[in-house]
C-alpha cells in the first residue's frame, strides 16, 4: 500500500511517498466494524491492526528561510509553498517509480500513481495560509487521480513516524517544535496530553531569541542557536518556570531579550557586557537559554514518566534534533534505568513523509476525509484524534 503526503504548517514544504509492506488492506477489515471517526469522533471503534513493515521512497522537503532577524510571514510562506509544490510532487513520483524499480520515464510514474491509496494533508495545527495552500494542493491532486483523501494531525504524524523509526514500544512523548511543547502519553485510544506550553512553544522561544541576536535562519534558527552554546561557558540564571507538568517560555524570552539588547549596545560601544563581574557573550547566552528551558523539559518529562511508570521517552518535532537536548534527556532516563528515542533531522523537522504514514495507517481503518470536508484549521489538538490503530 502507497501514499502520497503533504506538509506544509509552517515554513517547511515536504513532500513524501512511502509503503505499508504485509499490512492488512480496507478489504480485510472486518465489515461488522464501523470506519475509525472523524478526529472529533468519540463513540466508534476499530480492531487494532498490526504495524506494518515500512518503506520510504521518498522524503523530499523545500524550506521557506527569511533574511536574519526576521521571520516567516504566513502570506510569503504560502506563496513559497504553492511554488514549490508541484516540483517536489513530481520529483517524490520519479524517486518512488526508482525505488521500486519501475524506470525513471513517465510510464514509472503513471504506475505509483496508480499504486497510490490515498493522499494524505496536514490537517492541522499550524500556519492558516500555508495550511490552506497545501490543502488545495492535495485536493487537486486527488481529484485529478481519482484517489482518496485523508487529513491528518501534524503532532500525530510527528509521533506515529518517531514510533516507526525508533521501534519504541510505548513511550512517554515529548513534542517539541516551533508551534508546540507537549508531554504526551497513550492511552484508550488518545494520545493523551500530560502537560504543555502555558505560552509560547520552546521552538517559538529559540526562534525569537535568534531573531533578537540577527542569527542566520539558514538552516535553522535553533541549529545555529545550539552551535554557539557549545562554545558558551557561563551560565546566566535566566527565570525558571515549571508550574505542574506546564511549562511557560515567555518570562524567560522576556528576560534574555533584555540582556541581548544590552550585549549588542555593549558590543557597539567597544566594551564587553558583564554580569556579575563575569563577561557574558553570546554564545553564553544562548548556551544558558538552552541550559534553561532544556531542564525544563526533562522535569516535567521525568514526572510524566513517574506518574505512568514508562520507562522510555521518544523526543519528536524540530527542536528534538538538538544534541544537547537528546543528552540531558538521556542522563534522566539512564538514572531511572529507562531509555531516549529520537530520530535524526529527516524525521524531526516536519516532513510529508510522517504526514504519509500517519494518513496511511488511518486509511487502514478505514479512515478517510471526504472532499467537502478536506479543511484545515489552526488548532487541533493531538488529543482530539481517535488512534483505531493501536490497540
Known sequence: MLALGLEGSANKLGVGIIEHLHSLSLSSVPSNLPPSPPPSGHSHKTSPLPPPTVRILANLRHTFVSPPGTGFLPRETAQHHRRWVVRLVKHAIAQAATALDLGSGEDGAKEVIRRLECVCYTKGPG?????????????????????????????????????????????????????????????????RIFGETLDIAVGNCLDRFARTLAISNEPAPGYNIEQLAKKGRRLVELPYSVKGMDCSFGGILATIDVMAGELARAEQEGRVWTVEGEVVTREDLCFSLQETVYAMLVEITERAMAHVGAN????????????????????????????????????????????????????????????????????????????????
Open 127 to 191: 500556519m492558516g495560509a500555508p495550511l490552506t495552500s497545501v490543502a488545495v494542493a492535495a485536493r487537486t491532486v486527488a481529484g485529478l487521480w481519482g484517489k482518496r483523501l485523508v487529513g491528518v494531525n501534524h503532532c500525530v504524524g510527528h509521533i506515529e513516524m518517531g514510533r516507526t523509526i525508533t521501534s519504541a514500544s510505548n513511550p512517554i512523548v515529548l513534542y517539541v517544535s516551533g508551534g508546540n511543547t507537549q508531554i504526551i502519553a497513550y492511552a484508550a485510544h488518545r494520545y
Open 312 to 391: 522510555q521517552v521518544l523526543v519528536v518535532g524540530g527542536v528534538g534534533c538538538n544534541e544537547r537536548l537528546q543528552d540531558m534527556m538521556g542522563l534522566m532516563a539512564e538514572s531511572r534505568g529507562g531509555s531516549v528515542y529520537a530520530t535524526d533531522e529527516r524525521f524531526c523537522i516536519d516532513n510529508g513523509i510522517m504526514i504519509a504514514h500517519a494518513g496511511l495507517l488511518a486509511h487502514r481503518t478505514g479512515f478517510e476525509t471526504k472532499m467537502q470536508d478536506s479543511t484545515c484549521t489552526q488548532r487541533f489538538r493531538t488529543d482530539e484524534v481517535y488512534v483505531g490503530w493501536r490497540e
